[in-house]
C-alpha cells in the first residue's frame, strides 16, 4: 500500500471492504442454503401459488436444480446489483476524496452489499436491484410508471413480501424522480392509481390464495424430483411456508418476541454507527429548493419505514429487515439528490477523527444477520 494511499485512509477502507466480503462468501458457502434452495424447486406446477416465480423461470432452463445453483444465481445477482450501485454512486456523487466517506458508509455497510453476500440466494436483493435500475434510467415517460410497476409485480410474485420490503421504495422513487420533475397529469395519475390497486390485488391473491392446494407429502415428493440429489431431504425442512397461513406467522413472530426484542439494542448502536451519513442525508434534505419535495421526501421516508414497521410485526427475520430499511434509506438518499437545491450540503467529513474511527468500525463489521444481529 503506498504512502498516498495511506494518506487517504478512506480507500483502505474500501480495499478492507473488499476482504470482509470475500471472507463472508467464503463462510457462506460452506453453510447449508436452507430457504434459497427450495426456493428455486418452487414453480407453478400445481397451479399459481406464492414464492414461486424464480423457481419456474429455473425449471425453463433445468429439470434437475444442483445446490451450487443457489450460489451461482445468488452470486451473480449480487455482482450486478453491486457493479449497478458503484454505476449509480458515480452518477450521483462521483468518486472523488469528497464523497468516498459517503461510499465507505453506503457501499461498505454491514447493512448492504456485506449481508446480502450473508443472505446469498435470499430475495431480498432483487428489490434492491430493480430499484437501483429505477435510478439509472431516464423517467419522464410514463413509460417510467409502468416499468416500476412491472418490476414491481416481479418483486411480489418473487415473494410477496416484497409488497412492504422493496415495493414503497420504489414507489417514493416513481414519485421523486418522475411526479415531481413531469408533474401530474390526467395519464399518469391514472397510471399510477391503477398500478396501485393492482399491486394491492395480486399480493391479496398470493396473500390469501397462493398457498400450496396439494397434500405436504405430495408436495414434497415433487420437489425431491426436481432435486439433484434426492437425498438431501434436510433442504426441504422449510416446505410448510408454503402452507403457513398469515396469522400463523404473526403468531410465530409474537412468540419469539420476548427474545428478538432483545436485538433492538444492537440495531440502534448499528444505526448509530452512521451518524455521519444520516446527517449528510437530513442536510440534503434541508437543502432542497422546494418546500413542498421536501415535505414528499420526508412523507416518502416516513412510509417506507411504516411498511417496515409492519412486517416487524408480521415476520421475525429482523436483521435482514432493518438492513433492507437502511439500504432503501441509501437508494432514496439517490433521487433526493437529483431534486433541485438551494445550496451545496455538507458532505460527509473524511478528515474528521470521529467520522473516521465510525467508518472503520462499519467497515470491519461483516455483516447483520438474518434473524438476530450477527
Given at each position: 500500500m503506498s504512502l498516498r494511499a495511506w494518506q487517504n485512509p478512506w480507500r483502505v477502507m474500501l480495499a478492507v471492504n473488499v476482504a470482509v466480503m470475500a471472507g463472508v462468501l467464503i463462510h457462506k458457502i460452506t453453510l447449508p442454503p436452507y430457504v434459497p434452495y427450495i426456493?428455486?424447486?418452487?414453480?407453478?406446477?400445481?397451479?399459481?401459488?406464492?414464492?414461486?416465480?424464480?423457481?419456474?423461470?429455473?425449471?425453463?432452463?433445468?429439470?434437475?436444480?444442483?445446490?451450487?445453483?443457489?450460489?451461482?444465481?445468488?452470486?451473480?445477482?449480487?455482482?450486478?446489483?453491486?457493479?449497478?450501485?458503484?454505476?449509480?454512486?458515480?452518477?450521483?456523487?462521483?468518486?472523488?476524496?469528497?464523497?468516498?466517506?459517503?461510499?465507505?458508509?453506503?457501499?461498505?455497510?454491514?447493512?448492504?452489499?456485506?449481508?446480502?453476500?450473508?443472505?446469498?440466494?435470499?430475495?431480498?436483493?432483487?428489490?434492491?436491484?430493480?430499484?437501483?435500475?429505477?435510478?439509472?434510467?431516464?423517467?419522464?415517460?410514463?413509460?417510467?410508471?409502468?416499468?416500476?410497476?412491472?418490476?414491481?409485480?416481479?418483486?411480489?410474485?418473487?415473494?410477496?413480501?416484497?409488497?412492504?420490503?422493496?415495493?414503497?421504495?420504489?414507489?417514493?422513487?416513481?414519485?421523486?424522480?418522475?411526479?415531481?420533475?413531469?408533474?401530474?397529469?390526467?395519464?399518469?395519475?391514472?397510471?399510477?392509481?391503477?398500478?396501485?390497486?393492482?399491486?394491492?390485488?395480486?399480493?391479496?391473491?398470493?396473500?390469501?390464495?397462493?398457498?400450496?392446494?396439494?397434500?405436504?407429502?405430495?408436495?414434497?415428493?415433487?420437489?425431491?424430483?426436481?432435486?439433484?440429489?434426492?437425498?438431501?431431504?434436510?433442504?426441504?425442512?422449510?416446505?410448510?411456508?408454503?402452507?403457513?397461513?398469515?396469522?400463523?406467522?404473526?403468531?410465530?413472530?409474537?412468540?419469539?418476541?420476548?427474545?428478538?426484542i432483545l436485538g433492538v439494542p444492537v440495531f440502534a448502536l448499528l444505526i448509530w454507527l452512521h451518524s455521519p451519513l444520516w446527517r449528510y442525508f437530513a442536510d440534503l434534505i434541508r437543502s432542497l429548493a422546494d418546500d413542498f419535495q421536501r415535505r414528499i421526501v420526508v412523507a416518502g421516508i416516513a412510509a417506507v419505514t411504516a411498511a417496515y414497521l409492519i412486517m416487524f410485526s408480521m415476520v421475525f427475520d429482523y436483521s435482514r429487515w432493518i438492513s433492507n430499511w437502511a439500504v432503501c434509506l441509501f437508494l432514496i438518499l439517490h433521487a433526493v439528490k437529483a431534486l433541485p437545491s438551494a445550496r451545496v450540503a455538507s458532505p460527509v467529513a473524511g478528515d474528521d477523527k470521529k467520522t473516521g474511527v465510525l467508518g472503520w468500525i462499519v467497515t470491519l463489521i461483516p455483516r447483520v444477520g438474518v434473524i438476530r444481529p450477527f
Open positions: 426456493h428455486l424447486l418452487v414453480d407453478y406446477h400445481f397451479g399459481f401459488v406464492k414464492r414461486a416465480l424464480i423457481g419456474a423461470i429455473v425449471s425453463l432452463f433445468t429439470e434437475k436444480v444442483p445446490v451450487w445453483l443457489v450460489f451461482a444465481l445468488g452470486g451473480a445477482v449480487w455482482v450486478l446489483t453491486a457493479l449497478l450501485f458503484v454505476k449509480l454512486f458515480r452518477r450521483t456523487f462521483g468518486f472523488d476524496d469528497t464523497h468516498m466517506p459517503l461510499f465507505v458508509f453506503t457501499a461498505g455497510s454491514p447493512f448492504f452489499l456485506k449481508n446480502f453476500m450473508h443472505t446469498l440466494g435470499h430475495f431480498d436483493i432483487y428489490g434492491c436491484l430493480f430499484a437501483i435500475v429505477l435510478l439509472l434510467i431516464p423517467a419522464q415517460s410514463t413509460g417510467f410508471v409502468l416499468l416500476a410497476t412491472f418490476f414491481s409485480v416481479i418483486l411480489i410474485l418473487i415473494h410477496h413480501i416484497h409488497l412492504l420490503m422493496y415495493v414503497p421504495t420504489i414507489a417514493v422513487i416513481v414519485i421523486l424522480r418522475h411526479y415531481l420533475n413531469a408533474g401530474i397529469d390526467r395519464t399518469n395519475l391514472a397510471v399510477g392509481v391503477i398500478s396501485l390497486l393492482a399491486l394491492g390485488a395480486l399480493f391479496l391473491a398470493l396473500q390469501f390464495r397462493g398457498t400450496m392446494p396439494i397434500p405436504a407429502a405430495e408436495f414434497t415428493a415433487y420437489l425431491k424430483t426436481r432435486m439433484a440429489d434426492p437425498s438431501r431431504t434436510d433442504l426441504l425442512n422449510f416446505s410448510y411456508i408454503w402452507y403457513q397461513p398469515l396469522a400463523k406467522e404473526i403468531s410465530d413472530t409474537w412468540q419469539r418476541m420476548p427474545s428478538n
